[in-house]
């Protein structure tokens, strides 16, 4: 695709589609019943490449976007759903520091969707942050229920 004029490499040698069309032209070839898939395989490689890594929090929102696609095949591994209920949290805490009510409460309820049944005796801190968080969007956002 490099060498076919597709995908060219930005200024600081990353690669990326040479136009949105062309990103559209390619997403489109993939079956629509392989798009869920899809979603949660980019985002689980985006979190194993930071996983453990000092990372920018404007990735969180990407990454937690494209892996909650595979919500089902997270909640099969108790551990890697406890990691993606945190990215989760920081991702909802990213949106309700910007602002983004809406976007930080669907983040945290999927945060919560990934906590086990006896998280607040397993996970006690990780609960609390992420139902204060829930507490703060809900107030913010006049459509949200708890």
């Not at 060498?3 to 993939?30: C, S």
């Not at 979603?39 to 689980?44: A, I, R, S, T």
């Not at 009510?101 to 998280?119: I, N, Q, R, V, W």
């Amino acid at each position: 695709a490099l060498h076919d004029g597709y995908i060219e490499k930005d200024g600081e040698g990353y690669l990326k589609f040479v136009h949105d069309k062309v990103r559209e032209a390619a997403y489109n070839l993939i079956p629509d019943s392989d798009k869920k898939q899809f979603h949660y395989d980019l985002g689980k490689a985006l979190y194993s490449s930071c996983d453990g890594k000092d990372v920018e929090e404007a990735i969180f929102l990407p990454i937690a976007s494209q892996i909650n696609h595979g919500k089902e095949w997270i909640l099969k591994d108790n551990e890697f759903s406890i990691a993606i209920a945190e990215l989760n949290m920081k991702a909802g805490k990213k949106a309700l520091d910007g602002c983004d009510d809406k976007t930080a409460y669907s983040y945290l309820g999927t945060a919560l969707s990934l906590l086990p049944k006896d998280h607040w005796e397993s996970h006690y801190d990780l609960s609390l942050r992420v139902y204060f968080l829930m507490a703060s969007a809900t107030n913010s956002n006049d459509e949200a229920e708890l």
